[in-house]
């Protein structure tokens, strides 16, 4: 980043800021001039411009007559002003609130969220004290979401990192596309949880709907009720003492371990026969299928 | 008569005893038909479709004569600069109608992804990440970039997309309308998987719907996230795959994107199963004037833009796509023969390493490209130079414009967006009734009572 500092980055448009990383040539004309990659600017590719919060400065938002936009701006001032915690009041269900947040940020929530809550987040630590409609932390990279009541439909659809937490119960599709981190559900989940699950760990202490993991890549679901049926190459294995171990942490970790530990917990992983699907003989796939 | 066949006074093949070919059942669907009892499952290739469908072919031009004055075809200035998602606080503006549309790192080498990007940024055009996930050199190459939002999500990250100058949302396209992609795990290297979330060497196949949302009202509320995300900055484009394309471009305007991009069934795949390719999707010349008919009924021309993809050759091709009622022309295969596919370049023996001649190779989904664009193995990717082929993919862009350029200005057009249905006339019934123009020397629109009302 020769000639820019990360204060300047900071000040700087999103377009501005492009440029000035090299991550554009719009400036050229002439068909023969490039950009050389150069390996050794790897460093390019952090994002020195995120917000440096501290979480003992502590705002408060009452976005009831506000906007979605609107609260988002403010949440990105406030982060930009070096706050740290921050709590929205009033949200009344609003859809798409927090949205891309990619920095360290403590946000409290005192009430519900709709549509896709908090999604595409990398950094925060978000406490929703109410519900959230679908797709929850969709997308999420790293940093904790926990939801004190239920959840829509696919919850942490396609998230790759964090922990994404929830007390009470969660619809359909939990964990689709899931590619990392940990989902914990205090109560149950509906159909096609783990639908094409590829990394990751999800925690159902209740029971699973119908197709639980269906078409799975790989990553793990465990399950403390019933499942109401297994998906396509879903397939049950045994608990090791490493799963008893790491349950339970997570479990103590958000005050959700059940009274009878975890040695009742049903562990569900990829049967794998779907990887090479063309490979397989006819007989073969007409096991799975 | 000797051997079953009639003494004759010439020497002749012709068999008399013979009835004749089966055209239900010619050797190549009877071929087909033994290669899948023994394999089981339907046939993987790459490519777009084979069979004959009305096509541009099937459209020519009515230029200026006396009737309307022509523009000076060579020298004089006809623009061509485009904007896609005219709304957007930061609109994609290119200098050409024409950019590189979205074609994954995995489907294609890495040479191939930066070259394009390259070659798009020498001609003041775009081009778009693909499945997968995007590859900081080919955004550091690209002066104007879309991020695919696609079903799969793989390799999705928000760092990327405020860092992209549109989002594309991948709902279909037009060669497998209908189905998710696909990626043979000969393509899936460490690198490709690592991007992706997944194990190297499976069959990557994704997902055909999206995973957080299902239906249009969904979609509105999914568009609107991600432009929370990006400050409500860069244009957010619907790519759908072309079927029942005037309701589903009804359903997308409804969802407020900025742009809309159809996909004909003319469109190629990396990977994808021979019959998914050959029998879904419409053609092209259909689509377009549908998707125009959905947007201007709503009453929104002039604010969603319409882009379309899908067999484009030649300048022809993209001058007849925007007189039907594009704004913008996305080119995916035509650009990779620009990089090499196809070609017989003295490093690469087609017969030897993919069984066929080169001109008739559709093997991308083997990952053997034996001219390095889709495939991930080094010796072979080694064959694309990168520099030589960033300067063809422009050259081929420069070609497609003043191509286009050429028949805009016979047409009298000193805009290439001035091009309109009625510089158009069909050379058969079929073309006429789906791009809804008059039959050659005609005023007869097949299926149109009368043409100047349509």
């Known amino acids: 980043m020769a000639g820019v500092s990360d204060t300047e980055l900071r000040e700087m448009t999103q377009e501005d800021r492009v440029k000035a990383l090299g991550m554009t040539t719009e400036e050229l004309t002439g068909r023969s001039m490039f950009i050389e990659f150069k390996p050794e600017e790897e460093e390019r590719f952090t994002y020195p411009w995120l917000p440096d919060v501290d979480f003992n400065k502590r705002a408060e938002i009452d976005t009831d007559k506000m906007m979605t936009t609107e609260v988002n701006e403010r949440i990105r001032e406030l982060m930009k002003e070096g706050y740290g915690t921050i709590v929205l009041k009033n949200p009344r269900g609003k859809h798409s609130v927090g949205v891309g947040i990619l920095s360290r940020l403590n946000l409290i929530v005192e009430g519900s969220l709709g549509y896709f809550g908090v999604g595409l987040i990398d950094g925060p630590m978000v406490r929703i004290q109410g519900r959230v409609g679908w797709s929850c932390g969709e997308n999420m990279m790293s940093g904790v979401i926990l939801v004190e009541k239920n959840a829509g439909s696919t919850f942490g659809a396609a998230m790759r990192g964090g922990d994404l937490v929830c007390r009470g119960s969660v619809g359909s599709r939990t964990g689709i596309d899931m590619k990392g981190g940990s989902i914990i559900v205090g109560g149950d989940t509906g159909a096609l949880s783990g639908f094409m699950m590829q990394r990751g760990r999800m925690i159902f202490c209740g029971n699973a709907g119908k197709n639980l993991g269906d078409s799975m890549y790989d990553g793990t679901i465990y399950v403390g009720g019933d499942i109401q049926s297994l998906g396509v190459d879903a397939v049950p294995t045994e608990l090791t003492d490493l799963d008893r171990s790491w349950l339970t942490r997570k479990l103590t970790q958000y005050e959700m371990l059940p009274e009878k530990g975890v040695d009742h917990f049903t562990k569900i992983v990829a049967g794998k026969q779907l990887w090479n699907y063309d490979n397989l003989e006819p007989s073969e796939k007409k096991l799975i299928l | ?454």
């Open chain 2, 1 to 454: 008569m000797e051997n079953g066949k009639v003494p004759s006074k010439h020497k002749t093949e012709r068999d008399v005893y013979r009835l004749g070919d089966s055209f239900i059942f010619p050797p190549r669907v009877i071929d087909d038909i033994h290669i899948k009892a023994e394999l089981g499952r339907y046939r993987m290739r790459g490519f777009s479709l084979f069979k004959k469908i009305p096509h541009w072919d099937d459209l020519t031009f009515l230029p200026g004569t006396l009737t309307r004055f022509v523009i000076e075809g060579y020298r004089e200035k006809c623009d061509t600069k485009t904007v896609i998602g005219p709304r957007a606080k930061r609109p994609l503006e290119l200098d050409i109608p024409i950019y590189i549309t979205g074609m994954s790192f995995g489907a294609l080498s890495y040479e191939a992804k930066t070259a394009l990007a390259r070659g798009a940024t020498m001609a003041g055009t775009a081009t778009c990440s693909g499945e997968g996930g995007m590859i900081p050199d080919e955004r550091r190459y690209s002066s104007k970039w879309f991020y695919q939002c696609i079903q799969s999500r793989y390799g999705f990250n928000p760092h990327h997309l405020v860092l992209a100058d549109g989002c594309e949302f991948f709902i279909g396209q037009g060669c497998k309308v209908g189905l998710g992609g696909h990626l043979m795990g000969q393509k899936v290297t460490d690198q490709v998987a690592e991007m992706r979330s997944l194990p190297a060497g499976i069959d990557q196949r994704s997902p055909a719907r999206h995973p957080d949302w299902l239906g249009p009202d969904d979609l509105a509320l999914k568009i609107n996230e991600i432009r929370e995300v990006t400050d409500w900055q860069i244009p957010i484009q619907l790519k759908l795959g072309a079927a029942r394309v005037y309701d589903d471009v009804r359903m997308a305007v409804k969802c407020n994107p900025d742009s809309i991009y159809i996909d004909g069934m003319e469109g190629s795949t990396g990977a994808g199963p021979h019959l998914a390719t050959e029998d879904t999707g419409v053609p092209g010349m259909a689509a377009i004037r549908q998707a125009r008919r959905a947007i201007d009924d709503l009453g929104r021309r002039g604010e969603i833009s319409l882009v379309y993809a899908g067999g484009i050759r030649n300048g022809a091709d993209v001058a007849k796509a925007i007189a039907l009622g594009a704004d913008a022309i996305a080119i995916g295969h035509s650009a990779m023969m620009a990089l090499n596919c196809n070609k017989d370049i003295p490093e690469a023996d087609f017969p030897e390493e993919m069984g066929v001649e080169a001109g008739h190779c559709y093997h991308c989904h083997t990952g053997r490209c034996p001219v390095g664009v889709a495939t991930q193995d080094p010796k072979l990717r080694a064959r694309l130079d990168p520099d030589a082929a960033a300067e063809r993919v422009y050259n081929f862009l420069h070609s497609l414009t003043i191509e286009a350029q050429l028949f805009a200005r016979a047409c009298g057009k000193t805009n290439i967006h001035s091009l309109e249905p009625e510089d158009l006339a069909a050379l058969t019934m079929e073309a006429s009734a789906i791009a809804g123009v008059p039959l050659a020397g005609t005023d007869y629109t097949v299926g149109v009572e009368d043409y100047h009302h349509l």
